[in-house]
C-alpha cells in the first residue's frame, strides 16, 4: 500500500514569506506527527496529532508554526514570516493509534529560505 | 547536554566487518528504543524497536540496551554496502514524541 507522502518535495521561499506544507499519512493511520531535520542532526520533534486535535504541540519552536488536521487526515504545517535559519526537512510520520507503534516516515520536504 | 548523545561518525567499515553503533540518553524516563535508518534524500526507516533491557535480534541486526547505563547500541554482522546510511537512534518516553540522536554516518565499502 501506499505510505506517508509530502508535498511539495522541494521548496524555495524568500525570507519573511508564509509557506505551507502537506502530509497524507497511511490510509487509517489516527496518529501524525511533524518533526524537523536540520543538516547534519537528527529529526527534531515538532507536533503530534490523534484524530484532529493537537496532543502535543510542545516542539512548535514559536508562534510563526502552525499545524492543522480538520479531518483526521491530511495534515497541513504552516510557517509565518520565514527566515534562514527555518532552512531545514521538515518530516511528517503517522502510526496506527499513537500507543507506541511503528512510526512510518515520508521523504520530507527541503525547504530553503532564501 | 543533549536528551540522546550519538557519535556523529563517519564510520567507514570493509564489507563483511562487524559494525558497532552507539547511543547514550540522560533521561530515565525513555521506555522505548528504537534504531532507524536514512538513505539520503529519504525519510527515516524502523529497523530495530524495544522496550526493555536485553539484546534483541533480528537477522544481521541485533539491538543491546542497558538501562542502568542509559546505555543503547546496534551490531550489524556481515555488513553489506547497502548498510551505507545514516543510522540514527531514537528514545522515547511515551511511544509518541521520539527524541533523536544526531546520527552516525556508516560507509561500508566494497
Known amino acids: 500500500g501506499a505510505g506517508v507522502s509530502q508535498t511539495p518535495s522541494n521548496k524555495v521561499t524568500e525570507k519573511g514569506k508564509y509557506v505551507e506544507l502537506r502530509c497524507d499519512p497511511i490510509s487509517g493511520h489516527t496518529a501524525l506527527y511533524w518533526y524537523r531535520q536540520s543538516l547534519g542532526q537528527g529529526p527534531e520533534f515538532l507536533i503530534y496529532?490523534?484524530?484532529?486535535?493537537?496532543?502535543?504541540d510542545s516542539g512548535l519552536p514559536n508562534d510563526r508554526f502552525f499545524a492543522v488536521r480538520p479531518e483526521g487526515s491530511v495534515s497541513t504545517l504552516k510557517i509565518q514570516r520565514t527566515e534562514r535559519g527555518d532552512s531545514a526537512v521538515y518530516l511528517c510520520a503517522s502510526s496506527l493509534s499513537g500507543l507506541g507503534e511503528t512510526q512510518y516516515f515520508g521523504p520530507g520536504t527541503r525547504l530553503l529560505v532564501l | 547536554q543533549k536528551e540522546v548523545e550519538q557519535d556523529p561518525g563517519p564510520l567507514s567499515v570493509p564489507e563483511g566487518a562487524i559494525v558497532s553503533l552507539n547511543c547514550t540518553y540522560s533521561n530515565s524516563a525513555f521506555q522505548y528504543f528504537m534504531w532507524y535508518r536514512q538513505y539520503s534524500r529519504k525519510g527515516p526507516e524502523l529497523l530495530m524497536y524495544t522496550y526493555s533491557s536485553g539484546n534483541k535480534e533480528d537477522g544481521r541486526f541485533t539491538a543491546q540496551v542497558d538501562k542502568s547505563s542509559k546505555y543503547i547500541s546496534l551490531f550489524i554482522r556481515d555488513s553489506q554496502p547497502s548498510d551505507s546510511a545514516t543510522y540514527l537512534c531514537a528514545n522515547s518516553q511515551g511511544a509518541q514524541k521520539l527524541v533523536f540522536g544526531q546520527g552516525t554516518r556508516l560507509t561500508i565499502n566494497p
Open positions: 496529532f490523534q484524530g484532529t486535535g493537537a496532543a502535543d
